[in-house]
């Protein structure tokens, strides 16, 4: 019986919603905040994702040679004397380094492959199964590109060769060979593969030498071990693990999603001004309708529910609509503006796939993020509304 | 000031309602204290009596806002957990700060505290002449104090958790390690925790049987630590299925089928409806005070029936006691 009358009470707030304009206004806002928001968090949640699925091919331990807080090259001496350490699977050193292309100023990523030596990372090796590995033995100037480079190569018409730049100040002329495709373009955008040789000419880099040097293990439980005994033997050299890579990649991407809230923090509080001044100037027919709500026997504490009922009704319509819109805007059509907050500030921006992670735990980010401002915001109007006399209205 | 993720400016944003309002009420509970009196017909008194309606509405509020932002608070630390080394769950985040521990059982409190007043409230109102709202003011301050010290704690929390310094987990801080969390508790070892966990549920049920309701509501309170207390020494154990591994929030995650949110549910709702027979002694009728015994003995008997199934199936499917 008493579920029947708080029933009606409900239906009856949403008939007196839908005869005032100025909850229409309240509702797109709210909709369009729910909107931004959800947007936002959506797109951090499946790069995060996506992240998630590709480090399982991180290196277990990089090794790097840091004198002076710059990075250096390595002496391939080096390999021979962790090569003992029990634990370890696999040793390779890796020939890379960014190479600035000042016609356009980004910086590319020149990583040196030899053809006959097994790759440190699946997803490259996949890349390239489709070049046959007997034509790249046979010559020294070839190039792979990867989607990004491809894209501002034949922009400038870099079509089938392009001319890259010594230390010494020497130009090299490189023959286009093939492009690496398009899957997991998050890592392979602006790579350009080379034969090592060259790559060791471009990075002014002597024969002996290497990059870094990359370590995996056998037991995941024993990477910490073995790069403290790493360290200890190469007392020059600096061990980054897969699982440090992981956390700052996150830390980056949550860092943007935090500004992202800081700043419609700044909106939220603009929509708590709005509402207030909406809800608190009542309109002559409000004011009638609560009167003869009151003079026919209506409490306070009804009122308040009614109006409880009508905002609460608002707030969550707005918050499913702007979720499902926000998932269409985000993994249907591929969140054309905001993707390029994201993804990097250079020209060679990366490209993600935009994976499908929608879980409990964003929808109750956005739900906590937006519903307790917006009753926060009510609680005063309302009161005042409900407080109203009889008297005072009809006088 | 220290930022670690963005649920963090969530958190702070609705740290800043609850210290706007609470603001707010402050000045609300001052006027009151002074100036409320009930016999007199003035338009001050008119409008005291209308915010005494605004008040009752922010309190609510404020217990509607502080259980999702305190499960929020514990999903967030828990998600903080591989940021930190060596943290595994939410125990070694907040065990990486001096913060941490006081932080969560002063949020108990909180919530423990705007429920009494809740419950007052409503009281008051039924009322003729408003005989509490003196007292219900008091009281208020001192909630409002409370909840401004959390914030406090919260936010030194957040500034001090740091991504470089290494923790324990927690099966190191529950494992006998002298730390934060066992200089809280007695330190009792093996199964006396249980033991003790036992009779005070008996004392509950006789006193709820002879309906001594003062003395059911104080066991009641001594049921809550004594059930968390044996909950960490003995039946996490049981939950987890390994002896060693004694913690009180790992329950909270999915591989244990999220069952730490129904025994906090039930253990917490269960102490807080027998808890109030003791504190609002004085304001309640004999036969609410009946009422709210018997929902708080059945949630305690339903607490205690889920947390022996595990050891009892245990049992069955092993034949043997995990001792650890």
Known sequence: MKIGKEFNIFLFSIKLLLKRKSSYYIFLILMVLVFFIASASFITASIKKELILTHEELPDIVIQRVIGGRQQYIPMDYIDKIVSIPGIKSILPRVWGYYYFDYSGVNFSIVGIDPLEPFYKKSLEENIKHIKTDDLIKRDDWMILGNGVRRLFSEIGYVDYAYFKKPNGEYIKLRRFDYLTQESAIFTNDIILISQNTARKLLGMDDDYVSDIVVNVYNKNEVVTIAAKIRDILKDARTVTKKDVLNSYQNVFNYKLGFFITLFGVLIFTMMVIVIDKLGGLSETEKLEIGVLKATGWTTSDVLRLKFYESSFLVLQAFIIGVLLAVIYVYILKAPIMMNIFSGY???????????????????????????????????????????DTYEVFK | MNFIAPEQVVIYFIDFLFLFYGLYALKTAYQMIIHFDFHSSSALQYSLEKKNILVSNIITFFIVLNIPAFFFFLYFIDSLAPTVPGAMCAVGVLNSTPYGGYLVILKVINLFLLGYWFLINRFDLKTYGFIYTRMKYWFLIFIIVMLFFEIILEVNLFDSISPTKIVSCCGSVFGGEPKFFNNLFLDLKDSWSVLIFLLVFIAMLISYIFKKLKFYGVLSIIFLVVAIYSLIDFFSTYIYELPTHRCPFCILQKEYHYIGYLLYFLLLTGSFMGSSVFVLNKIIDYPTGLKWSKISIYLSTFYLLVVFFYVISYYFRTGRWLSG
């Open chain 1, 346 to 388: 250079a020209s060679l921006k990366t490209e993600y796939q935009l994976i499908f992670a929608v879980d409990f735990k964003t929808l109750f980010l956005i739900f906590i993020a937006i519903v307790p401002f917006y009753i926060a915001a009510i609680i005063i109007p309302t009161y005042r509304i409900a407080t109203l």
